[in-house]
């Protein structure tokens, strides 16, 4: 990954994304991209430059798209398919359960720009319900990259797994954690913060977020622990637990609704093995009002700040 | 996932290399012969599991067996050949005709067809991928099945491999908007190895499509999204077969193939609620009696 492309606020995933796509597609020519007039969005302009007979695109048709996409995978290619997460996921749900998941199709969803990444454009736009609709699927592995070496990782991985795959490829700017030279394993997330007091449990953009505030925290004596969440699904059930176990309370963190998704998660898994109070920080099961993406952080108490006071009025 | 019966193989491999080798009155007789026989069989699975579509099995079972007993490049002891022609079937609920079809064809042996829709049977009421080695993805829900044979052929033009795609649609299906998107990338890439065969039976599940949301006239449509249009009776072997092997050009190729619903049974032929009413006792008798032939 090229690291010229870093501002004050870190990286852009998507530019990683795309970076790693043309590097993997330079030897594997099994590897295609998809787009449904999203080439510009979903940053393929350099992939199509390099591979013009190998991204294709079915205009704005996101049904299409899926079901074009699973048709290459059947064919025996390595599909990427690219579009916002809000129109990937909403507009072709159908096709995802059946074409996708239910026909087991090794094929790759990249869900671009989701959360509330295109803030004040408003929800209809906004991709905060794409966990909650990916996770209850079966066969499909969602992973959400923290920064832009994450992922590259999953990228890497997704390219030989040969299963159906959800990439959720952020485009708010994260820096890099540390942590993340590893190697990716679907279903293993990773403490990076040890802790005693408090868990957080963090999932995408949040992670570096939530770092912050356990710095927050713990200059207000409060030991908290914090997990990194790769993969939504499988979820590492056993590093979960024995935090709940260890520190007794958990508070989770992620740009989507609370509903279903990471927070509905966790609560699903500790209500049957170690039920465990918990906060659930993310968009509170409503359509967000109008607002950049710095803003609806801030009012949903998606920020380090946010995140230390949920963690200190629990 | 169900094994293929390497006896009833041979069975189809005699009867492919007799239909190379027959003039076209004795492939004709043949085919509609082998549907004869299928129609049957559909009947005693609808009748043994209490639900199914009988009367869109009926219309696209002539469809069916003229591609899998006459046409189709394909190999039932390795379903997954390299090269072979890709067949979907979009009409997912006409499962009992894609079974008997497959059946009969050796992917799996034709005494499994006694399960169909038991509990824990391999023979799902719609198409499931990786229960039988010949279907190539799981179908259902309306609208699905043209995407996927369009990416299928365009994976086959990126790889250079000559194989055919063929999609069989119902005609109620293509009032989802979704075969319309595909149709124009299939155009738009100028999918000539692609093959769409409608099942024209003009009824939809309540009532008629021209009652419903019409689709006349539909080889115009067609027409108007790129693609070269044929429209043939589809319980004629004969007229289907000259259509896929005639003319190329580099467009996709659609043949409109007006059939009959519940074709084959006289009380059952053109009548809406045939769509998925099971016969009673007597009326599997009749049915029974009029398919001996």
Same mark, same amino acid.
């Given at each position: 990954m090229s690291t010229d492309k870093s501002t004050a606020q870190g990286f852009d995933n998507r530019i990683a994304f795309a970076e790693t796509l043309i590097n993997l597609a330079s030897s594997n020519p099994r590897i295609v991209a998809v787009a449904s007039d999203s080439v510009g969005s979903s940053n393929l302009n350099a992939f199509k430059a390099a591979f013009p007979d190998r991204l294709v695109n079915v205009g704005i048709a996101e049904q299409d798209l899926v079901g074009v996409g699973a048709g290459l995978a059947n064919a025996g290619l390595i599909p990427f398919i690219c579009a916002a997460s809000c129109f990937l996921t909403a507009r072709a749900m159908e096709q995802i359960k059946v074409d996708i998941a239910y026909s087991n199709t090794p094929a790759i969803l990249c869900g671009m #720009?989701? *959360?509330?990444?295109? *803030? @004040?454009?408003g929800p209809t736009h906004h991709s905060i319900e794409d966990l909650a609709w990916l996770r209850v699927l079966p066969n499909i592995t969602v992973a959400v990259p923290a920064d832009a070496i994450e992922t590259e990782h999953v990228v890497r991985w997704a390219a030989q797994a040969s299963q159906p795959t959800f990439i959720r490829v952020s485009r708010h700017k994260v820096p890099l954690l540390p942590g993340t030279e590893r190697n990716f394993q679907p279903g293993t997330a990773h403490t990076l913060v040890q802790g005693e007091d408090i868990t957080i449990i963090a999932l995408g953009t949040m992670v570096s977020a939530a770092l912050e505030a356990t710095k927050l925290l713990k200059s207000k004596g409060i030991s908290a622990r914090l997990i990194h969440v790769t993969t939504l699904k499988p979820l590492d059930d056993e590093l979960i637990v024995k935090a709940a176990g260890e520190t007794g309370r958990i508070v989770t963190v992620e @740009?989507?609704?609370?509903?279903?998704?990471l927070g509905g998660a966790v609560a699903e898994l500790l209500a049957q093995t170690h039920p465990t109070p918990m906060r659930m920080i993310g968009i509170p099961g409503i359509f967000a009002p109008t607002g950049n993406v710095d803003f609806l952080f801030e009012k949903f108490g998606m920020t380090p700040q946010g995140i230390a006071n949920t963690c200190l009025e629990f | 996932m169900l094994p293929n019966s390497p006896a009833q193989i041979e069975l189809w491999k005699a009867f492919r290399k007799e239909i190379s080798q027959s003039d076209a009155a004795h492939t004709r007789s043949m085919i509609l012969e082998q549907s004869r026989l299928a129609r049957r069989e559909i009947l005693a699975m609808i009748q043994s599991a209490g639900? *199914?579509?009988?009367g869109g099995d009926f219309s696209v079972i002539d469809i069916l067996t003229t591609l899998y007993f006459a046409e189709l490049n394909i190999d039932p002891s390795n379903a997954a050949k390299e090269n072979r022609d890709w067949f979907i079937? #979009?009409? *997912?609920?006409c499962a009992a005709a894609f079974y008997a079809t497959l059946a009969y064809s050796g992917y799996f042996d034709p005494h499994e067809l006694s399960t169909f829709m038991q509990p824990m049977s391999m023979l799902n009421g719609h198409p499931s991928k990786g229960k039988i080695s010949g279907i190539e993805t799981s179908t259902g829900p309306l609208g699905h099945g043209l995407p996927i044979a369009v990416g299928i052929a365009i994976a086959a033009k990126i790889q250079k491999q000559e194989q055919r795609t063929f999609v069989v649609l119902g005609d109620g299906e293509l009032q989802e908007g979704t075969n319309w998107e595909a149709a124009m990338t299939a155009s738009q890439y100028k999918l000539s190895n692609l093959i769409v065969i409608i099942d024209r039976n003009r009824l939809q599940q309540g009532a008629g499509t021209e009652d419903t949301n019409g689709l006349d006239p539909l080889d115009k449509k067609w027409e108007s999204f790129g693609w070269d249009v044929q429209v043939v009776d589809g319980h004629e072997p004969l007229e289907l077969l000259d259509a896929i092997r005639g003319q190329k050009s580099d467009r996709p190729r659609c043949i409109i193939a007006n059939t009959v619903k519940g074709k084959g049974v006289s009380f059952m032929e053109n009548r809406a609620e045939w769509h998925h009413k099971v016969p009673s006792v007597e009326q599997n008798g009749a049915a029974l009696e009029e398919l001996l032939g």
């Amino acid at each position: 990954m090229s690291t010229d492309k870093s501002t004050a606020q870190g990286f852009d995933n998507r530019i990683a994304f795309a970076e790693t796509l043309i590097n993997l597609a330079s030897s594997n020519p099994r590897i295609v991209a998809v787009a449904s007039d999203s080439v510009g969005s979903s940053n393929l302009n350099a992939f199509k430059a390099a591979f013009p007979d190998r991204l294709v695109n079915v205009g704005i048709a996101e049904q299409d798209l899926v079901g074009v996409g699973a048709g290459l995978a059947n064919a025996g290619l390595i599909p990427f398919i690219c579009a916002a997460s809000c129109f990937l996921t909403a507009r072709a749900m159908e096709q995802i359960k059946v074409d996708i998941a239910y026909s087991n199709t090794p094929a790759i969803l990249c869900g671009m #720009s989701p *959360g509330v990444a295109y *803030g @004040e454009l408003g929800p209809t736009h906004h991709s905060i319900e794409d966990l909650a609709w990916l996770r209850v699927l079966p066969n499909i592995t969602v992973a959400v990259p923290a920064d832009a070496i994450e992922t590259e990782h999953v990228v890497r991985w997704a390219a030989q797994a040969s299963q159906p795959t959800f990439i959720r490829v952020s485009r708010h700017k994260v820096p890099l954690l540390p942590g993340t030279e590893r190697n990716f394993q679907p279903g293993t997330a990773h403490t990076l913060v040890q802790g005693e007091d408090i868990t957080i449990i963090a999932l995408g953009t949040m992670v570096s977020a939530a770092l912050e505030a356990t710095k927050l925290l713990k200059s207000k004596g409060i030991s908290a622990r914090l997990i990194h969440v790769t993969t939504l699904k499988p979820l590492d059930d056993e590093l979960i637990v024995k935090a709940a176990g260890e520190t007794g309370r958990i508070v989770t963190v992620e @740009e989507a609704s609370t509903i279903g998704g990471l927070g509905g998660a966790v609560a699903e898994l500790l209500a049957q093995t170690h039920p465990t109070p918990m906060r659930m920080i993310g968009i509170p099961g409503i359509f967000a009002p109008t607002g950049n993406v710095d803003f609806l952080f801030e009012k949903f108490g998606m920020t380090p700040q946010g995140i230390a006071n949920t963690c200190l009025e629990f | 996932m169900l094994p293929n019966s390497p006896a009833q193989i041979e069975l189809w491999k005699a009867f492919r290399k007799e239909i190379s080798q027959s003039d076209a009155a004795h492939t004709r007789s043949m085919i509609l012969e082998q549907s004869r026989l299928a129609r049957r069989e559909i009947l005693a699975m609808i009748q043994s599991a209490g639900m *199914g579509h009988v009367g869109g099995d009926f219309s696209v079972i002539d469809i069916l067996t003229t591609l899998y007993f006459a046409e189709l490049n394909i190999d039932p002891s390795n379903a997954a050949k390299e090269n072979r022609d890709w067949f979907i079937l #979009s009409k *997912g609920h006409c499962a009992a005709a894609f079974y008997a079809t497959l059946a009969y064809s050796g992917y799996f042996d034709p005494h499994e067809l006694s399960t169909f829709m038991q509990p824990m049977s391999m023979l799902n009421g719609h198409p499931s991928k990786g229960k039988i080695s010949g279907i190539e993805t799981s179908t259902g829900p309306l609208g699905h099945g043209l995407p996927i044979a369009v990416g299928i052929a365009i994976a086959a033009k990126i790889q250079k491999q000559e194989q055919r795609t063929f999609v069989v649609l119902g005609d109620g299906e293509l009032q989802e908007g979704t075969n319309w998107e595909a149709a124009m990338t299939a155009s738009q890439y100028k999918l000539s190895n692609l093959i769409v065969i409608i099942d024209r039976n003009r009824l939809q599940q309540g009532a008629g499509t021209e009652d419903t949301n019409g689709l006349d006239p539909l080889d115009k449509k067609w027409e108007s999204f790129g693609w070269d249009v044929q429209v043939v009776d589809g319980h004629e072997p004969l007229e289907l077969l000259d259509a896929i092997r005639g003319q190329k050009s580099d467009r996709p190729r659609c043949i409109i193939a007006n059939t009959v619903k519940g074709k084959g049974v006289s009380f059952m032929e053109n009548r809406a609620e045939w769509h998925h009413k099971v016969p009673s006792v007597e009326q599997n008798g009749a049915a029974l009696e009029e398919l001996l032939g």
